[in-house]
């Protein structure tokens, strides 16, 4: 039985699924706008992953860890304004799924920038509590100019 299971939050209903996603979102999109390195910091545990697909970085590009990630989104936070973070309407709702044997809430999203709408996946993987602080996140952005 893996953490997800002893802990009791895979039985989490869709609206705390959903809650714990929105909440994440809405905690980056107010760091990333505001510069806030802190706060951005408590939102990624030390093996997160960031794969840009074209929306941020304009190639396909893998950031891995932490600081990398940080460094990422300060380099191009300020020029592309990301904002608007939202789950994806109209899309499979937040999900209980396992990724390589690891239990995760997956969830689709989209975003704006100053150059176009994007849409990615979000994946949260350390669930200790509802808020999700510090989890382990994985995001894949995608461009959709």
């Given at each position: 039985?893996?953490?997800?299971?002893?802990?009791?939050?895979?039985?989490?209903?869709?609206?705390?699924r959903?809650?714990?996603?929105?909440g994440?979102?809405?905690?980056?999109e107010?760091a990333?706008?505001?510069?806030?390195?802190?706060?951005?910091?408590?939102?990624?545990?030390?093996?997160?992953?960031?794969?840009?697909?074209?929306?941020?970085?304009?190639?396909i590009?893998?950031?891995?860890?932490?600081?990398?990630?940080?460094?990422?989104?300060?380099?191009?936070?300020?020029?592309?304004?990301?904002r608007?973070?939202?789950?994806?309407?109209?899309?499979?709702?937040?999900?209980?799924?396992?990724?390589?044997?690891?239990?995760?809430?997956?969830?689709?999203?989209?975003?704006?920038?100053?150059?176009?709408?994007?849409?990615?996946?979000?994946?949260?993987?350390?669930?200790?509590?509802?808020?999700?602080?510090?989890?382990?996140?994985?995001?894949?952005?995608?461009?959709?100019?």
């Amino acid at each position: 039985m893996n953490v997800v299971e002893q802990s009791g939050v895979a039985a989490w209903s869709e609206s705390v699924r959903h809650a714990a996603v929105a909440g994440w979102l809405e905690r980056f999109e107010v760091a990333l706008g505001d510069g806030d390195a802190d706060g951005l910091s408590a939102l990624f545990g030390e093996e997160s992953h960031w794969r840009d697909l074209v929306a941020f970085t304009w190639h396909i590009r893998t950031f891995n860890g932490r600081d990398a990630i940080l460094d990422g989104f300060d380099a191009r936070a300020a020029g592309l304004k990301p904002r608007n973070f939202n789950i994806a309407e109209g899309r499979t709702a937040p999900a209980w799924v396992k990724r390589v044997g690891i239990a995760t809430i997956e969830a689709i999203i989209t975003f704006e920038t100053e150059t176009g709408r994007a849409s990615g996946v979000l994946r949260l993987l350390d669930f200790y509590g509802v808020e999700t602080s510090g989890a382990n996140v994985v995001i894949v952005g995608r461009s959709n100019i």
